[in-house]
Each structure stands twice: as structure tokens, then as C-alpha cells.
């Protein structure tokens, strides 16, 4: 009890006594209200059930240019935005009171190179629209992901380092190079706490990926289950730093949770967990489906693919906010098979 006689809980902050009356105002104030754009996505898909498990489901919003996905629209709020019209994102964040945005909306290497224009437009102008609401004081927080894609031919390939030669030769990564300048512009100059994360390949059996160079490393998974063959778009020994989307998951929500101290990186941190061949990845696969054929047919995604680091330095992000992967290639595989294998379980958009 407290020195009035109410009932009272000890701060595990600072040691006051707290009446319990005020504790469900003190964590109204601690949770986040999120807003996710491009929640239908690859990666939006799975932030917004694991967001909706931590915060609680009113607490996430999820949106998307178009209802793409039934499980995220019928899991909780969702919100058709176009993440190139700022009214409609401003109009969200006030009814909402939205503290914490995550910008998933993106177009990827692969399809990036087949609308050069389209996607600058939207992989800039929806991170400006974010940045300015977070300057305006808006909103709290965001998270905005960058890519390996940022590396080029002339970035050192294997255990690229967190500062290096960045000289990225595609659309995608040339508009992720300039997305993070831009962050950490807003965050010296406007004070925004924005943090990025550069994702390697993600694999996930839960949505599919759109238009990505890494994604033939998900496309084997489902055509050894379906066919027992599949024709890659890359070279057999074309290695790539790649994670499980478990993994990619838990990075993205701790690097919000961490106290703001700790993120010292403005642009956006290396992040790692593994790095195969599309030859190593089907021979994990055969160990349990031994039958599986894999031919091999390097399209234009060949170049790009050249184009990035074979292996990537994270002790940054493990020194400064406590990463640490779980995933590597013989436990992603085995989790990727089960999955996959029950009925019903792909969704595709
Ligand atoms: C892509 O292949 O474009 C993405 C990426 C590495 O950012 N998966």
C-alpha cells in the first residue's frame, strides 16, 4: 500500500510505488500504436502476426496498397494506404495515434530493374513521407529496411564490412544506398529515431517473395516438394548471404525495442546468419527428398546476384543491440520441409 492507503506496485524502473489505478495509463503510454505499410508483403506478412502477439492485435494496424493477403486483413485492423500518398498515411497515423510506423513497402532488385522509375518513385518518396510525419512530430519511431543490395561489384565479397565501398549497380540498391543517407540525415539533423536493418535473402514458407534476386532459395523449397526438380535463375555456385525470416523477425523487432543509446548505426546495420550456393542449398534439400533434380538457367537476376557480397560482417549490430542469429542451413531446412508440407499452408499474393 502507498503512504494514502491505495493499493500500490513498486517501479521496476526507479523503485516508486505506483498505485495500481495508474498502471494501466502507464502502459497504454509504454505500448506502441504501430502502423505497418506493405503488411501484406513477404515480410509484413509475418511482422504482423509476431507485432500483434507482442503489442497486442488492436495495437497493429496493418495496411497495404490492395487486401493481398486474407490471413493479415482478417487477423486484426487493416487499412487499404498507398504508401505514395502522404494524406492517406498522415490521416492513418492521427486517427490512429500511431507511434511507430514500419515501412515495408518496396519494390525489389529483380522487378526494381524492369520499372527503373516506379520503384525510385516509391522506394524514396514513402520513406520521405514517414521521415517528414517523424520530423513534423507525428509520430515516435521507424523502421525502414535497406538491403544488401546497397554493396556492388566493387564492395569487398566476402565478410563485407559494416563501412566500405558502396558502388551499387541497380535500381534497388542504388534507392536503398539513398534511403539510408537520407535516415541518417533525419536523424542528425531533425533528431528522428528512425533504425534500418540491411536484410541479406529471407527465406519463408508462410508468403511468398516478390520480385527479389535471393528469392530462388524460397522457389527450391516449394518445387522440391511439388516436383521433385526445379530450374534455378542463378549459377550453381553463386553464394549469397541469406536468413531464415524467424531470424529476420526477431532482429527487426529488437532493433526497436533497444534503448535508443544503443543504436549508434543512423544508416542502417549489417545483419548475417548464413551464406550458400544455390548447389549447397540443394544438397540440404536432398538429404530429404533425395530424388530432387536441380538444373541450372542464369537469367538477368545473374548479374545482380555478381553484383552483391558473398558473406556479410555483422558485429556491429551483434555488439551494439545484442543480435544473434538461430537459424543456419540445416535447421531452416527442416523447418522450411515441415512446414511447406502440410496442406494448405502457401499463400500466395
Ligand atoms: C532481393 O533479392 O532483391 C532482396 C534483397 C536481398 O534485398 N531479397
Not at 505500448?31 to 500483434?52: M, S, V
Not at 486484426?76 to 513497402?105: C, K, R, W
Not at 544455390?278 to 537469367?299: R, S
Request: aromatic letters at 10%.
Amino acid at each position: 500500500f502507498g503512504p494514502s492507503g491505495q493499493s500500490c506496485f513498486r517501479s521496476r524502473i526507479d523503485g516508486m510505488m505506483i498505485p495500481y489505478s495508474f498502471k494501466k495509463q502507464i502502459y497504454l503510454h509504454m505500448n506502441p500504436k504501430i502502423l505497418i505499410i506493405g503488411a501484406c508483403g513477404q515480410i509484413g506478412t509475418e511482422l504482423t502476426h509476431q507485432l500483434r502477439a507482442l503489442y497486442g492485435t488492436e495495437n497493429v494496424i496493418a495496411s497495404d496498397i490492395r487486401k493481398l493477403n486474407t490471413d493479415v486483413v482478417n487477423s486484426g485492423p487493416f487499412e487499404v494506404v498507398n504508401a505514395l500518398d502522404f494524406n492517406q498515411i498522415e490521416n492513418l497515423v492521427e486517427s490512429h495515434q500511431i507511434t511507430d510506423v514500419y515501412l515495408m513497402a518496396a519494390l525489389l532488385s529483380a522487378t526494381a530493374e524492369k520499372n527503373p522509375a516506379f520503384a525510385w518513385d516509391l522506394n524514396m518518396n514513402s520513406l520521405f513521407h514517414v521521415l517528414n510525419l517523424a520530423k513534423a512530430g507525428k509520430i515516435k519511431k521507424i523502421f525502414w529496411p535497406s538491403s544488401i543490395a546497397v554493396f556492388g561489384p566493387t564492395t569487398p565479397k566476402e565478410n563485407t564490412p559494416q563501412y566500405t565501398v558502396m558502388e551499387p549497380s541497380t535500381v534497388y540498391g542504388i534507392s536503398k544506398q539513398a534511403g539510408e543517407r537520407w535516415c541518417e540525415y533525419y536523424h542528425n539533423i531533425f533528431g528522428v529515431d528512425v533504425r534500418s536493418i540491411r536484410y541479406p535473402g529471407l527465406i519463408s514458407w508462410t508468403t511468398l517473395p516478390g520480385g527479389g534476386t535471393t528469392d530462388y532459395a524460397v522457389d527450391i523449397y516449394h518445387k522440391a516438394i511439388a516436383d521433385k526438380k526445379y530450374e534455378c535463375f542463378l549459377a550453381a555456385e553463386t553464394k549469397m548471404p541469406m536468413m531464415y525470416m524467424d531470424d529476420a523477425i526477431a532482429a527487426t523487432i529488437n532493433i526497436m525495442k533497444a534503448p535508443v543509446e544503443q543504436i549508434k548505426i543512423r544508416s542502417s546495420y549489417n545483419l548475417a546468419a548464413m551464406s550458400f550456393t544455390p548447389t549447397e542449398i540443394a544438397a540440404e534439400i536432398k538429404k530429404h527428398i533425395p530424388e530432387l533434380e536441380v538444373t541450372y538457367a542464369p537469367d538477368f537476376r545473374q548479374k545482380i546476384a555478381d553484383s552483391w557480397p558473398a558473406s556479410i560482417d555483422d558485429s556491429r549490430a551483434r555488439e551494439d543491440w545484442g543480435w544473434k542469429h538461430e537459424f543456419d542451413l540445416e535447421m531452416m531446412t527442416v523447418d522450411m520441409l515441415k512446414n511447406l508440407s502440410k496442406n494448405n499452408t502457401v499463400s500466395i499474393d
